[in-house]
């Protein structure tokens, strides 16, 4: 089944609904810039009440391995996902030789001109997942746009040669099974498609995303 991520968690409703849902993993951004920024305390009491096969994922931005792998321990995190447009690649060989238990994900911006390049700067055996997002360095995810699926289909092509692929960008319950059938990912990764406003997730649109992704998954 495809791996579900519903990102950019804010409060502990939220997140029980996810999982209810039949989320994989919930994301939780530790970027000041981002609307859906949360205080690592306030992660760390939402952390502590969900489900232990429900994977924990913080989202940072253009972090050294110290910052990550404190972070990490605060708040009780099962994965970190790199997302900045100047991350460092040996960070992730830090980070997986202090804490192996840790799961690195990458953030891979389909504005690149050449997207495939960069995921190949990586060392694919301490990726976990290569996410390939809309973003670009003005807006760091969650921008509600998705990228030209069938011309970043080759490259996506190239990156799922090195390791697993997470789509994100855009994704909504009405579009996320075309997405999935274009670029046959591992996963799919959404945070405004399934938002009230900003850091409020819609508890029908989260239910009705699940429910798309795992109906696609009949079909293929």
Same mark, same amino acid.
């Not at 939780?28 to 952390?47: G, L, M, Q």
């Not at 699926?149 to 319950?173: D, K, M, N, Y």
């Not at 996963?187 to 989260?206: F, H, L, N, Y």
């Given at each position: 089944?495809?791996?579900?991520?519903?990102?950019?968690?804010?409060? !502990?409703?939220?997140?029980?609904?996810?999982?209810?849902?039949?989320?994989?993993?919930?994301?939780?951004? *530790?970027?000041?810039?981002?609307?859906?920024?949360?205080?690592?305390?306030?992660?760390?009491?939402?952390?502590?009440? !969900?489900?232990?096969?429900?994977?924990?994922?913080?989202?940072?931005?253009?972090?050294?391995?110290?910052?990550?792998?404190?972070?990490?321990?605060?708040?009780?995190?099962?994965?970190?996902?790199?997302?900045?447009?100047?991350?460092?690649?040996?960070?992730?060989?830090?980070?997986?030789?202090?804490?192996?238990? &840790?799961?690195?994900?990458?953030?891979?911006?389909?504005? %690149?001109?050449?997207?495939? %390049?960069?995921?190949?700067?990586?060392?694919?055996?301490?990726?976990?997942?290569?996410?390939?997002?809309?973003?670009?360095?003005?807006?760091?995810?969650?921008?509600?746009?998705? *990228?030209?699926?069938?011309?970043? %289909?080759?490259?996506?092509?190239?990156?799922?040669? &090195?390791?697993?692929?997470?789509?994100?960008?855009? &994704?909504?319950?009405?579009?996320?099974?075309?997405?999935?059938?274009?670029?046959?990912?591992?996963?799919?990764?959404?945070?405004?498609?399934?938002?009230?406003?900003?850091?409020?997730?819609?508890?029908?649109?989260?239910?009705? *995303?699940?429910?798309?992704? %795992?109906?696609?998954?009949?079909?293929?």
């Amino acid at each position: 089944m495809t791996w579900v991520k519903i990102c950019g968690i804010t409060n !502990l409703e939220d997140a029980l609904t996810a999982v209810a849902a039949g989320a994989d993993a919930l994301g939780f951004v *530790f970027y000041e810039k981002s609307p859906r920024y949360i205080d690592p305390s306030a992660a760390r009491e939402i952390v502590s009440k !969900l489900p232990a096969n429900v994977q924990k994922v913080g989202v940072l931005v253009n972090q050294r391995e110290d910052t990550i792998c404190g972070l990490a321990k605060e708040v009780g995190l099962t994965a970190v996902q790199l997302h900045g447009d100047n991350e460092d690649p040996r960070v992730a060989d830090l980070l997986v030789k202090r804490r192996p238990d &840790l799961k690195v994900l990458v953030g891979i911006s389909m504005q %690149r001109p050449t997207p495939q %390049r960069w995921a190949m700067m990586w060392n694919p055996e301490v990726v976990w997942a290569f996410l390939v997002d809309s973003s670009n360095s003005s807006r760091l995810g969650g921008t509600g746009k998705i *990228f030209d699926w069938q011309r970043g %289909r080759s490259g996506i092509e190239v990156i799922a040669t &090195l390791g697993r692929v997470v789509v994100a960008g855009g &994704l909504t319950p009405g579009n996320v099974a075309e997405a999935m059938r274009i670029l046959e990912p591992w996963g799919v990764d959404v945070a405004s498609g399934v938002e009230g406003r900003p850091g409020k997730k819609d508890p029908e649109k989260v239910r009705a *995303f699940v429910t798309a992704v %795992r109906e696609t998954d009949k079909v293929h």
